[in-house]
C-alpha cells in the first residue's frame, strides 16, 4: 500500500527525507488582497533632492508612457515595450526584456499599468519612485482583473519629456511579487487548468515542460472528483503556479510562510458577489513536490483544487477543522490509502488509549504544532464521519451553514445534534476506525 503524505509542522527537516516515501507536506489557505490602497511610509535613508527641476512627474505625462507599454504588450511590440527604458541602467533593462518575453508567452486578455497616485513615495537623484497599480487577467481563468502594486522611478529628460528610470529596490520599496518577476516561463494549458512553470535565468531544461503536463493532468483529473462532492458553483478550472525553487515559491504566497516542507499551497483571492474574483492560485513548491508518489500528488492537488472550489472559507466562519477536513476528504477520495495508514499518528495516540477531548481549531493548524498530523487526520475523520453518516449531501450543507452561521447552529441545523453529541460521535468513530 502507497505510504499516505505525511502532514508534520514546516519547521527544518532533522534528517534527510526518503524518495521512497511521501514527502512531509502542510496543506493550507493563504489570503492575497487586490491590491494595497495606500503607498508604504518613504525610506528616510533615501535621498530627498528632487530630479531636475520638476517637483513630481506629470500624472498625464505618466499615464501616456504607461499606456504605451501596454499597447507594446497586447501589439507583442517588444521594441516599443523596451524605448519606455530606454534611459534605464543596462540591468534594469534586461530584466524589463525578460519580462516582455514572459508577459507575451502567458494567455493574457489584458494587462496594463496605472498610476496609483500621483504623490511620489520617494524622490531622489534617480528620479521620482511612484506606486503603480497593474492589472491583468488571464484568458480563461480570471472572471475578473487581477490588481497588484509595483514601483517605477520617472525622471524628466528636456528631449523626452518623462521617462522610466528604473524601479523602487534602491528605497526598499518591493513589488509584489509575480510568476513572471525571475525566469523564463514555460506555460501548459490542460482541459480545465494552466499551469505555469518558470526556470532561472540562463538555465536550459530546469523546469521539464512534462512535469508541468503531469501538474495539468492531475488538475483536470481532480475537477469532476472536485466538482461531484462540493457541487458545480465553482468555475471549474485552476492555475497553478509553479516557481523554481522554495524561496520564490515563499514570495508568491506571501504572508512569510515556511514551505520548507509544504508541497502545495492554495491562495484565495477576495470574493466578487459570492464567487471568487480572480487571482487563486495554487503554488507549487518544486522540491518538496517533487519527492511525493504519484498518489501524494493526486491528495494534494486534489485538496488544494478544494479550497480553491470552496473559497477557502472567506466568511471567515466556518472552523479550520471543517475548512481542512473537507479538502482532505475530496483529496482522499477513492484513493488506496487506508485510514489506518493515512492517520497514522493519530492512530498511535488511540491505541494508547488517549482520545482527543475536542475537534481542533484554528491553532492547531499551525505550523509550529507539534500535533499538525493528528490535527489533520482529527478534522478529515470528522467530516469521513459526517459523509458515511448523513452522506456528502449532508457534509456538503454542513460546511456552507457553518459559513453562514458556524458550527454550532451548523451542527442543529443540518446534523440535528448538539455539539458535544457530535463530539461524542466523533470520538467513537476515531476508536471503531483506529484502535
Partial sequence: MTRPPDRRSPRPLAAAIAVAVAVNLVSGIGYVAVAQDHPPPADPAAGTAPFGSAARPDPQAVGAVLAGRARAVRDHDRQGFLATVAWAPPAFQADQARLFANLVTLPLSGWRQELGTAEPVVTGIGGSTLRIIVRYRLRGFDRTEVAH??????????????????????????????????????????????????????????????????IARRLDAAVPVVTGIVGPRWDRRAVALVPTDRTQAEELVGGGQDLSRIAALATASQYDEGRAAGGDRIVISPATFARLTPQGRRVVLTHELTHIATGGARD????????????????????????????????????????????????????????????????????????????????????????????????????????????????????????
Fill in 149 to 214: 502594486t509595483q514601483y517605477l522611478a520617472f525622471g524628466h529628460r528636456a528631449a523626452t519629456g518623462w521617462v522610466i528610470t528604473g524601479d523602487g529596490a534602491a528605497h526598499g520599496l518591493s513589488d509584489h511579487p509575480e510568476i513572471w518577476d525571475a525566469g523564463r516561463l514555460t506555460v501548459v494549458r490542460g482541459r480545465r487548468s494552466l499551469v505555469i512553470g518558470d526556470q532561472p535565468v540562463g538555465a536550459r531544461g530546469a523546469e521539464p515542460k512534462r512535469t508541468l503536463r503531469d
Fill in 316 to 435: 471567515g466562519r466556518t472552523p479550520m477543522w471543517l475548512i481542512e477536513g473537507l479538502a482532505d476528504y475530496v483529496g482522499y477520495k477513492n484513493t488506496r490509502f487506508s485510514v489506518r495508514s493515512a492517520a497514522r499518528e493519530l492512530r498511535n495516540e488511540v491505541i494508547r488509549g488517549h482520545l482527543p477531548d475536542a475537534l481542533p481549531g484554528r491553532a492547531d493548524f499551525d505550523g509550529s504544532s507539534s500535533r499538525l498530523p493528528q490535527s489533520y487526520a482529527e478534522a478529515w475523520l470528522a467530516c469521513r464521519m459526517v459523509a458515511d453518516r448523513y452522506g456528502e449531501a449532508a457534509l456538503m450543507r454542513l460546511y456552507r451553514a457553518a459559513g453562514r452561521r458556524g458550527d454550532v447552529a451548523a451542527f442543529a441545523e443540518v446534523l440535528d445534534v448538539r455539539p458535544a453529541e457530535f463530539t461524542r460521535m466523533w470520538r467513537d468513530y476515531l476508536r471503531k476506525e483506529l484502535a
